[in-house]
């Protein structure tokens, strides 16, 4: 990926979320991460505002990668797995689709069904 730098380049998780643009891009960090929690979100969404800095310490602090996916900018993918308000977070494990969150969850509650698919 053109985003790796060298001291990032060969790990298996990333410290910041990915942002997305496209179904692609989004298979890639799929097929690359053992789990990924991809955060469907809107800029103009409250609820989505309140839990970014939530997922910017998952990406930080847990074993999982963490996407975002801008609803208004790829309607498409976020049509492609169903999502019909944001926040949506669904959670990829090896490869599959495994979980789906609709609206603001407490930090616990996510890094709680992360570590069921990272440990």
């Not at 996407?67 to 498409?76: E, I, L, P, S």
């Given at each position: 990926m053109a985003t790796d730098t060298a001291s990032d380049a060969g790990t298996t998780t990333t410290s910041e979320p990915l942002?997305?643009?496209?179904?692609?891009q989004l298979d890639e960090v799929v097929a690359e991460h053992d789990v990924v929690l991809t955060d469907f979100y809107a800029d103009?969404?409250?609820?989505?505002?309140?839990?970014e800095p939530v997922?910017?310490?998952?990406?930080a602090e847990t074993d999982a990668a963490?996407?975002?996916?801008?609803?208004?900018?790829?309607?498409?993918?976020?049509?492609?797995y169903g999502v019909r308000g944001v926040p949506?977070?669904?959670?990829?494990?090896?490869?599959?689709?495994?979980?789906?969150?609709v609206g603001v969850q407490g930090e616990e509650?996510?890094?709680?069904?992360?570590?069921?698919y990272t440990e």
């Open positions: 942002h997305i643009n496209g179904q692609s103009w969404c409250g609820p989505c505002q309140m839990l997922v910017e310490r998952l990406a963490v996407a975002k996916v801008d609803v208004d900018t790829n309607q498409q993918l976020a049509g492609a949506t977070l669904i959670l990829f494990a090896d490869g599959e689709q495994a979980e789906e969150i509650q996510l890094r709680s069904l992360i570590e069921r």
